[in-house]
Every structure is written in structure tokens, then in C-alpha cells.
């Protein structure tokens, strides 16, 4: 034994990380839980239990690398997305709790048993397996340009049972062109290029292809929302996630497109964070 107990060790990492992290607390706890193999219950009814020696060194190194900055998704390569467990690396994004509301939108849609669904630039195919694990009926297709990320939301697939979902290698639209679909969803590049943002927290270790786009932003909503149009069936939505001051920008753009009900959503923390639409028919 270390001698060092799960209290003890707790302690040692927010000392350590707080200088890093706005949630020291909960990054020491998932990754001794990560470490320990144990729930977060464990940690508090369990706190003078002691570590193993393996376990407090591979628990050192853990803070050691979160006190560089690198994410602590990256760190244990899972984060927790609508209560599925998902493996993680660095080829996309890491998925956030502000995305569950998309998810959330989507299914309060009225669409049919086997409704088609299309995800745009699923990464570790967070939301197409979100919504699968609640509508199985549903036809869910997850597309991402990069290789090593359709790995992995394949990985993620297979290890959640989802056998179903499609994960296709497709730039935007390229793998489904003659495809139409009830539902269409995105969580797409949106941050501004110049976005002094992007040197801060866990963005720095994530790939920015995956993170901005041109046009302040807009280039890839506004790309998505013009050619999604042949891509939904009549009465079929669009639904995109994107940055808290985009909303009126892309409401208006999505209304020119000839989208009817274009409505904006927002996430828990009162931002506003995905816009829908409806294609007519």
C-alpha cells in the first residue's frame, strides 16, 4: 500500500491543479476514479481507504499531465455524453455538456418511428449515439471528413452496442448526395479563426479544424444549411449547434434559404446554442 488514502489524494491533486483547472474538484475525482476503477460514491464513503503504490504513481502522472493543461478527457481517453460512456483522443473534439441540448431538441421532434437521421462531422459519434441509444427505430447515419475520427466513432459504436448507426468517412454531404433524410443535425466548426478563445483550456489540445471556421464563424452553418436543403425530406428539420452570439446571424440566413419555424434553442446556461429549422412540405 502507498499509505495515501483516496481523502489524502484528493487533497493533493486540487493543490496541485488549481492554478489549471476552474473545477479542480471534479477533475481530481474522475481521474481517481478512472485510476481506481471505482464510482464517485466510492470516493466519499470510502475516503481513508488507501492506494496502492501502482495506483498513486499512475495517479500522479495523471495530475502531473493535467497540470500542463492537457484535458482530462484526453488524459483517461473517455468523457461521459449523455450518460454514454465514449472513448476519446485527440483526432476530434472532446464532446461538451452544452451539446446534450441538441441532443435533447432533437428527440422532443415529432418524426416518425424509422425517421432518417443524418449527423454532419460526428467526431467520436457523440450525438448520432446519443440519439440512437433513445429512438433504436431511428435510421442513424454519422459522417465525418477525417479517418482516424470515423475510427473512432466506429470504436464507440461497437463498444456501446449501437451496431445499427452508420459511420461513414464523407465530406459533409459527399458519401450521402442522393440521400434525404427526416432529420438532419450538426454540431460544426463555429468558433471565429481569430478567437482569442482558442488559446485557452482544453481547445489548445484539440484539432482546429475541428474547432473554427471562416467568416467569423459562419462559414460552414451557412455551408450546411444551403445544401442540407436537398438533403431533407418535405417537412424535414436542420438543426445545428453553434456559438451563443451566431443566433440572429443564422436565424436570418436559414429564413433566406427558404426554411420555414426557424426557432433557437438554448442550453443550460441560458446561451443561446442551437437554431432549427423546418424544410417545407
Known amino acids: 500500500m502507498s499509505g495515501i488514502s ?3 489524494a484528493l487533497k493533493w491533486a486540487c493543490v496541485q491543479l488549481e492554478r489549471v483547472s476552474d473545477s479542480v474538484t471534479l477533475d ?7 485510476v481506481l476503477g471505482k464510482s464517485r460514491t466510492y470516493l466519499y464513503t470510502w475516503p ?6 501502482d495506483q498513486w504513481h499512475r495517479f500522479m502522472a495523471m495530475v502531473n ?3 500542463k493543461g492537457h484535458p482530462v478527457a484526453h488524459i483517461t481517453g473517455e468523457r461521459e455524453f449523455w450518460s454514454l460512456p465514449l472513448l476519446v483522443n485527440k483526432t476530434t473534439l472532446i464532446p461538451r455538456p452544452d451539446t446534450e441540448i441538441l441532443v435533447e431538441t432533437a428527440l422532443n421532434l415529432s418524426l416518425r418511428a424509422n425517421a432518417r437521421v443524418l449527423d454532419l462531422g460526428t467526431g467520436t459519434g457523440a450525438i448520432a449515439l446519443a440519439l440512437a441509444s433513445e429512438r433504436p427505430d431511428w435510421q442513424v447515419t454519422g459522417v465525418d471528413k477525417v479517418p482516424d475520427a470515423v475510427t473512432l466513432a466506429k470504436m464507440n459504436r461497437d463498444r456501446l452496442k449501437l451496431e445499427l448507426v452508420e459511420i461513414l468517412q464523407s465530406d459533409w454531404f459527399s458519401a450521402v448526395a442522393q440521400r434525404q433524410f427526416e432529420l438532419v443535425v450538426s454540431n460544426p466548426p463555429y468558433i471565429d479563426e481569430q478567437d482569442e478563445h482558442l488559446a485557452q483550456g482544453d481547445v489548445r489540445f484539440e484539432p482546429r479544424s475541428a474547432l473554427t471556421a471562416a467568416d467569423e464563424g459562419f462559414a ?3 455551408y450546411i444549411a444551403t445544401e442540407a436543403r436537398t438533403h431533407l425530406l418535405p417537412g424535414g428539420y436542420l438543426l445545428m449547434e453553434h456559438g451563443y452570439q451566431q443566433a440572429r446571424v443564422l436565424r436570418q440566413k436559414m429564413l433566406e434559404l427558404g ?4 426557432a433557437t434553442v438554448r442550453d443550460f446556461g441560458s446561451n443561446d446554442r442551437c437554431t432549427l429549422g423546418r424544410w417545407p412540405g
Not at 426554411?259 to 426557424?262: K, L
Open 259 to 262: 426554411y420555414q419555424d426557424v
Open 65 to 67: 499531465e493535467r497540470a
Open 48 to 53: 481513508d481507504r488507501s492506494l496502492t503504490s
Open 28 to 34: 481530481a475525482e474522475v481521474m481517481l476514479q478512472y
Open 6 to 8: 483516496i481523502n489524502e
Open 220 to 222: 460552414d452553418l451557412f
